[in-house]
């Protein structure tokens, strides 16, 4: 069984979406904890609602550095041991500190086609930028933004009135398929982490992977 301890910052609806394929048998996962930054984080009441514990990091008091706010995060999550630590909708930068706690497995889902679009509000950049695609992207995490290797993508139209609202919604769509299929393909063995923390890919089992979730 796959452990895996999933940090929001807010609504958590990819959480959600995580806890209902576990729940229906088509995500062989267990969510040892539930880790935000904020105490009003809806995700939050999701977690207790499973019986996951959901424990609060904040970023605040403001004088502490972010290398010592990331120390608390990975010692956090060390506590339970998670086979993969999943960034879903989690608002905050993440550095060395909490990187090297965890190498090789640490992923985030960014709702926009990478490498286009990084950082905040990646719908409102595809709407403005007039692309006729856009999507999601399940990723490693490294020290930059958004910028680490790219596991599955996932992708929809952009329509002509689209709003950045319209489009957030057609690509949450498919984030809620999109992360729960890479989760299960790390827990089924499809997507291996060595023990140094090097990723081993089978292309084609990624190949039909992305097939999937772009039908
Ligand atoms: C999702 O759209 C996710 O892709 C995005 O925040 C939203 C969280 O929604 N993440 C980022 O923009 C990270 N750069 P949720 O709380 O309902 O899962």
């Known amino acids: 069984m796959l452990k895996i301890v999933v ?13 209902s394929h576990i729940q229906d048998g088509s995500l062989k996962a267990e969510v040892c904890a539930v880790i935000s930054d904020k105490p009003e984080a809806a995700g939050l ?21 972010l290398a010592e706010f990331n120390a608390e995060l990975a010692a956090t999550a060390l506590n339970y041991s998670p086979d993969l630590v999943v960034l879903a909708g989690f608002m905050r930068v993440v550095t060395t500190e ?4 965890f190498p090789g497995r640490v992923v985030n889902i960014h709702p926009s086609l990478l490498p286009s679009f990084k950082g905040l ?12 695609f856009a999507g999601c992207t399940v990723h490693y995490v490294n020290e930059e933004v958004d910028s680490g290797g790219i596991i599955a993508q996932a992708v929809v139209p952009v329509l002509p009135n689209d709003s950045e609202d319209s489009l957030s919604q057609r690509i949450l769509e498919k984030e809620h398929k999109l992360f ?34 772009t039908a």
């Open 7 to 19: 940090f929001i910052s807010g609504r958590g609806s990819n959480l959600k979406a995580i806890l």
């Open 45 to 65: 009441e999701l977690a207790k609602n499973a019986g996951v514990p959901a424990i609060v990091v904040p970023r605040l008091p403001k004088n502490r550095s």
């Open 180 to 213: 729960p299929a890479v989760l299960q393909a790390f827990a089924s063995g499809q997507i291996t982490i060595g023990d140094t923390g090097d990723i081993q890919q089978e292309t084609n089992s990624l190949v039909s992977l992305n097939l999937l979730v």
């Open 121 to 132: 509000h990646a719908q409102k950049q595809a709407v403005e930028a007039g692309v006729k």
């Open 98 to 101: 909490f990187l090297s706690a």
